[in-house]
Structures are given as C-alpha cells and as structure tokens.
C-alpha cells in the first residue's frame, strides 16, 4: 500500500567528507563534498551530453563520475560565484588524472555507490 512510503523513517545524510589534495598542489588545498542524492547518482542524459561535448574524449562512466562529483561538491566562499565544478573536476581529470583519481578514490571510499545496481536488485528481491 502506497500509504506506507509515508512511515518510512528518513534516513539521516552522513556528514561531508574533505579531500585533502594538499599533495597535487603548492599549499594547503582541501575539497569538500556532500553524500550524494538520488539526482546526483542518477544524472539525466541532458546533462551527460553536455558534459561529452566538454570532453568528447571521456568514456561515458568517466563523465558519469565527472557529474556526481561535481554534483556533490561543496562550493565554498572563496570558490566565487561563476563556478562551474562539474566543468572543473572534468578538467581536472584532463590536466591531472593521480589527482582526479585520487578524489574519485576518497569520494566513493566515504559515499561508496559501486554495486549500486546489485543493490536495487537485491532491494527487489526482499
């Protein structure tokens, strides 16, 4: 019964996580990202396209990470307003790919989201 969705408990979201990547440049550095949503998890086609037209060259699960990044990025003050981070995690997999691994790496390490997939499925199946 549809009914029931509304008792279920929401879940609390986990606290941000910062990614030191003091090592990839010349000074203290850190990036901040939220756990992801279910919109940044499952970004639509639009904005996929857009992202291979930036990078036509990236593999599709490579701009699907390039998305969810950017997505669950923290902006902060000193970032300024004309911001882009989805533009700018895709460059930076372009300019340095140890780093932009090295974030993908912290990021899903504290918001895992492989078997995400299996996970529905088994959700499916209880």
């Known amino acids: 019964m549809i009914k029931a969705i509304s008792k ?3 879940v609390a979201l986990r606290p ?4 030191d990547i003091s ?4 000074g ?3 990036l901040e990202f939220n756990e992801p949503t279910a919109a940044a998890l499952f970004p639509d086609n639009e904005l996929i396209k857009q992202i291979k037209i930036k990078f036509p060259k990236y593999p ?3 701009l699907y990470q390039v998305a969810l990044l950017g997505k669950c990025y923290v ?3 000193e970032d300024g307003d004309s911001l882009n981070p989805i533009q700018e995690f895709g460059q930076l997999a372009k300019d340095n ?3 932009f691994y090295y974030v993908l790496a912290e990021f899903l390490n504290a918001f895992p989201t492989n078997n995400l997939e299996e996970r529905i499925v088994e959700a499916k199946n209880d």
């Not at 090592?23 to 010349?26: E, R």
Request: some cysteine; proline content about 9%.
């Open 8 to 10: 279920v408990k929401k």
């Open 16 to 19: 941000s996580v910062k990614v």
């Open 23 to 26: 090592a990839f440049t010349d």
């Open 28 to 30: 203290p550095c850190v």
């Open 60 to 62: 599709d699960a490579m």
């Open 75 to 77: 902006i902060q003050p």
């Open 97 to 99: 790919k140890e780093c």
